[in-house]
Structures are given as C-alpha cells and as structure tokens.
C-alpha cells in the first residue's frame, strides 16, 4: 500500500456510516472534507482540487447520475468513486461511461476502499502527465543541444550545476544575453529528481504583460475578452517537474506577490477562480539584469529576490572563456566546413558581446555563404582586417597581398567587361564570393 496522502471529498448523508470511513482515512493519514448533500459537495468541489471525490448514489435531492456529471463538470480532474447500498448493474454501467473510477456496493471492507482510492490516484496522475506532455509540446521547442567548455570559468559552472541539481531549492541563474542560461537550466533539470519529466519553459520578456498572468496561472473559461476555453497555465502543466521563468526580471510588479505564494506554499489560482490549486514545482529562474539594484530600485520585491536566490549561478561572458571558443567553433562548424586560419584568428579573438549565440548565428551565416572553407570573406564586417596604412582605395599598402588582390581583380573585370559571372568563373570562386571580395576591397563596376 502507498504511504501518500489523499486528499479526498467525502458525500454521504448516513451519520454513523460517513463518521466511521472520515475517522478511519484520517487515522491512517489522509485529509479529508465530509459533506451530507450533493450540492454542498459541488460547492466543495469548487472551492478546491481534490484528488478523490467518494459519493453515495443515493442521496436525497442532487444524487447519483445528475451528481456524477455535476461534480465532472465542476472539476474534471477529480476522480469519481460511487458508494450505494444497492449493487445495481445499470448504475454501475451508467456511471462508468460518465467517466466514474470505480464503482462500490456497501458494506465493503475499508481497506478494499482504500486501495481503490490509490488506483484512482494513479488513473489522475497518469492523466496529468499525459495533459502536460500534450501541453509542453504545444507551447515550448525542446532544443537538442549540449554545454561544451573546458576553461576554469566554465568548470565552475558545471561544478554548480553537478551540486545544485540534486536538490529541489530554486536556482538563480545571471549572465549576460546569450550566454546560455536555458542550457543550464536544462542542465539543472535532468539531473534533479524531476529528471525525468520535460522541463516546462517560459519567457517573461517575450510575453505581452497583461498575457503573462493568464500564461503562468492559467485562466477560467469567460474570465476576460477572449478566454473561450479554460486554460491550465504553466505551473499546473510542470507539476512535479520544472519551471524555468526565463528573464523573471520582466515579470510585472503585480504578480510578483502571486509568484512569491506559489514559491511558499504550492497554492494558486487560475485568473477568473477562487478555486485553490495545489502545485509542485521547482523553479529555475534566469534574468540578464542586476536584480539587486532592481530590488533597490523598487522594481522587484525583495521578499521574492530572496525567494528564488537560494542558490545562486553566474555564468561568464564569452569573452572571459577564450579557451572554450574554439571547442565551440569546432562543434558548430561541423565535418563539412573548414576555417581559413585569418577568419580562425579573428573569430577567436572576436569580443563577443553577443556571446554564445551571436557565436552561432555568424558561424551559421558563414556556412551559407562559404564552399568548403570559411574565409575572412565569409564572416560579416566587423570581423574584417581594417588597415590604417596608406591605399589609393582601402589602406592597403602599395605591393602587398591584399593589394595584389584588389589589383588582379580589377584587372579581370575590366577583361571581362564587367561580367561579374564571367569574373568569377576565371578568379575561381563563386559570384557572391566576389561580390564580398569587391565591397572589402570598394571596387565598383
């Protein structure tokens, strides 16, 4: 027999009988709720999310099938088991196509109760996950993707990441944009407890603010213009896995006091409901901003700072991890593609202030637009030699390599009339490579 606790909605208007099965469940560990009408159990119902709902079939007023589609209705994620002193076939058929888990007739052994209540826990949790595999599909891009490094600054982080993971604390993860804090979230995750569930993903900055409520807490069905369906928001789909609020720092002022609950006690409420919600998330929080001078600024509740910086993250610039650069140009790079060792030496020693995924975006842009091998051509302007000696047309100097170039280039358009495809096929390279080649040099034709 499992050792959780259920927490479980009981409705049946006998005294004696109803007292006997609350006593026994609280003796051995459950909460549960006692109601002697169908109508207060639905008020019930709606007031809070149970995980079992155990009815008598034949209570007076709102019993049986009207009360079995009453309480589905109020809250579908309840399991239903009905009690009745009369072992009818018909009831029993009727009420499991109404979506009823199991179906019992009086007297029972409290046991036997017992056990059903637990199948029945298992029925909810397995449509839970199935709910929130269908939901991070929809709304999140799981990304094959991997942390690669082996300078100091980076085996610290994954020094961090090996101590915190095993916990369940939340994570504050700082660094400057594109340094990669969703890997190490990721990272966080997979090795945690809640591994194996997906992590479920969010970005405050990417969100309209009056959508961002509606996004993390989800919403009731009418509860504003456009909510024509009820909604679970992102902590009910990463129950019993991971949050990761992505650029928290742009979470508005006003929900900051809701967040900070959920952190506290596990409890929300979806926008438009007073129904409580239980939830059990671990948060991984990732900003780009000091949310110390936030906090000082009055943009960020302190309580909620302290909150979410249990265990703290930062990850270095790119620039500060020079070792690591040319692991990343290799594993970005690929078997297909070579470097020219000019473009080696300037994308290695670039600043970087976009780091890792400015990285990734000029080696993808490179690849488009080199054969085989990446020339200094191929990488954009900023990567580009600019020379402060004296050139008729580009500073370089008279007799160099650069300047034999321009020189043999020139020489070729002009035998060729201009025809640039006609050019290109006698220089060797392909027209766009000799358009790159005319703008670095300023030749017009």
């Known amino acids: 027999m499992s050792n959780e606790t259920l927490d479980i909605l009981f409705v049946d208007d006998d005294p004696d009988f109803a007292a006997g099965?609350?006593?026994w469940f609280r003796k051995n560990g459950h909460e549960v709720t006692h109601t002697t009408s169908g109508q207060d159990g639905i008020g019930q119902c709606d007031k809070r999310d149970f995980d079992i709902a155990i009815l008598d079939w034949n209570l007076p007023g709102l019993g049986g099938l009207e009360l079995v589609q009453r309480m589905r209705d109020v809250n579908p994620e309840t399991e239903i088991i009905?009690?009745?002193?009369?072992?009818?076939?018909?009831?029993?058929?009727?009420?499991?196509?109404?979506?009823?888990?199991?179906?019992?007739?009086?007297?029972?052994?409290?046991?036997?109760?017992?056990?059903?209540?637990?199948?029945?826990?298992?029925?909810?949790?397995?449509?839970k996950e199935n709910t929130q595999l269908r939901e991070v599909i929809g709304r999140t891009k799981r990304r094959a993707a991997q942390m690669i490094g082996e300078s100091e600054p980076t085996k610290k982080v994954f020094r961090l990441i090996d101590r915190v993971a095993p916990t369940d604390n939340p994570v504050l993860i700082e660094g400057e944009s594109g340094t990669g804090k969703e890997l190490v979230a990721q990272a966080i995750h997979q090795g945690s407890l809640r591994?194996?569930?997906?992590?479920?993903?969010?970005?405050?900055?990417?969100?309209?603010?009056q959508l961002v409520e509606s996004e993390l807490f989800g919403h009731e069905k009418g509860s504003f213009t456009g909510a024509t369906a009820a909604k679970p928001g992102l902590f009910e789909v990463a129950h019993g896995s991971t949050l990761f609020i992505d650029e928290i720092g742009e979470l508005p002022l006003?929900?900051?006091?809701?967040?900070?609950?959920?952190?506290?006690?596990?409890?929300?409420?979806?926008?438009?409901?007073e129904k409580e919600r239980r939830v059990d998330v671990r948060i991984v929080a990732a900003t780009n901003r000091n949310l110390k001078h936030e906090v000082n600024e009055g943009r960020f509740r302190e309580d909620l700072y302290y909150r979410i910086n249990v265990l703290t993250?930062?990850?270095?610039?790119?620039?500060?991890?020079?070792?690591?650069?040319?692991?990343?140009?290799?594993?970005?790079?690929g078997d297909e593609h070579e470097l020219e060792e000019d473009a080696r030496i300037a994308l290695e020693t670039h600043h970087w202030p976009g780091n890792i995924r400015q990285l990734i975006n000029t080696?993808?842009?490179?690849?488009?637009?080199?054969?085989?091998?990446?020339?200094?051509?191929d990488l954009p302007e900023e990567f580009e030699p600019h020379s402060?000696?004296?050139?008729?047309?580009?500073?370089?100097?008279?007799?160099?390599?650069?300047s034999l170039q321009r020189d043999h280039i020139l020489e070729v358009l002009e035998q060729e009339n201009g025809n640039k495809s006609a050019a290109a096929r006698i220089l060797g390279v392909e027209r766009r490579k000799l358009y790159r080649m005319m703008k670095q040099h300023r030749i017009e034709v």
């Open 21 to 23: 099965c609350v006593r």
């Open 313 to 333: 993250i930062d990850l270095p610039p790119l620039r500060e991890r020079a070792n690591d650069i040319r692991l990343l140009l290799q594993h970005f790079l």
């Open 388 to 402: 402060s000696t004296h050139g008729s047309h580009t500073g370089e100097t008279p007799g160099s390599l650069i």
């Open 363 to 377: 080696i993808t842009r490179a690849k488009i637009l080199a054969d085989d091998v990446i020339t200094i051509e």
């Open 254 to 273: 006003s929900l900051q006091p809701k967040l900070l609950r959920v952190l506290e006690d596990g409890s929300m409420r979806r926008v438009g409901s």
């Open 82 to 127: 009905v009690l009745t002193g009369e072992g009818s076939i018909e009831n029993a058929v009727e009420s499991m196509r109404r979506g009823v888990f199991d179906f019992l007739s009086k007297p029972f052994p409290m046991g036997d109760l017992e056990r059903r209540c637990f199948g029945a826990l298992e029925r909810r949790k397995l449509r």
């Open 195 to 209: 591994g194996k569930r997906p992590i479920v993903t969010v970005n405050c900055a990417a969100l309209p603010e």
